[in-house]
């Protein structure tokens, strides 16, 4: 399985971040074990989003740009529209102006 570093912009994975500098500056920890907690991290989250998730939704959107580079898409939709097909009744639909989806090949090392 791929274990991509992109999980390492989400919030968890800046905080991360923030608290290994943190303990390198203060001496309690060494750059290179920091650089295995934060494989360890990218390794886990890749886990777990494949095998602990199994929500869908449906979104739509206008394709503003593409590109496809190094086995990545990214994607830039405008009038973006999200929505749980298992609950629509309950929850309206998310609406913003402009999203970015970034998607990897799960089956591909990256490289």
Same mark, same amino acid.
């Given at each position: 399985? $791929?274990?991509?570093?992109?999980?390492? +912009?989400?919030?968890?994975? *800046?905080?991360?971040?923030?608290?290994?500098? =943190?303990?390198? @500056?203060?001496?309690?920890?060494?750059?290179?074990?920091?650089?295995?907690?934060? $494989?360890? #991290?990218?390794?886990?989250?890749? *886990?777990?989003?494949?095998?602990?998730?199994?929500?869908?939704? +449906? #979104?739509?959107?206008?394709?503003?740009?593409?590109?496809?580079?190094?086995?990545?898409?990214?994607?830039?939709?405008? =009038?973006?529209?999200?929505?749980?097909?298992? +609950?629509?009744?309950? @929850?309206?639909?998310?609406?913003?102006?402009?999203?970015?989806? *970034?998607?990897?090949?799960?089956?591909? %090392?990256? %490289?």
């Amino acid at each position: 399985m $791929s274990t991509y570093q992109i999980y390492r +912009n989400t919030t968890l994975g *800046v905080t991360l971040q923030d608290t290994l500098d =943190e303990m390198i @500056s203060q001496g309690s920890l060494t750059e290179q074990a920091a650089g295995k907690v934060l $494989s360890e #991290f990218d390794r886990a989250i890749n *886990v777990a989003l494949e095998k602990r998730t199994n929500k869908k939704c +449906n #979104f739509q959107g206008k394709l503003s740009t593409y590109r496809f580079c190094d086995n990545v898409w990214t994607l830039v939709l405008k =009038e973006f529209t999200v929505k749980d097909p298992s +609950n629509s009744s309950n @929850s309206p639909p998310l609406h913003v102006d402009k999203v970015k989806i *970034v998607a990897c090949d799960g089956k591909a %090392t990256p %490289t």
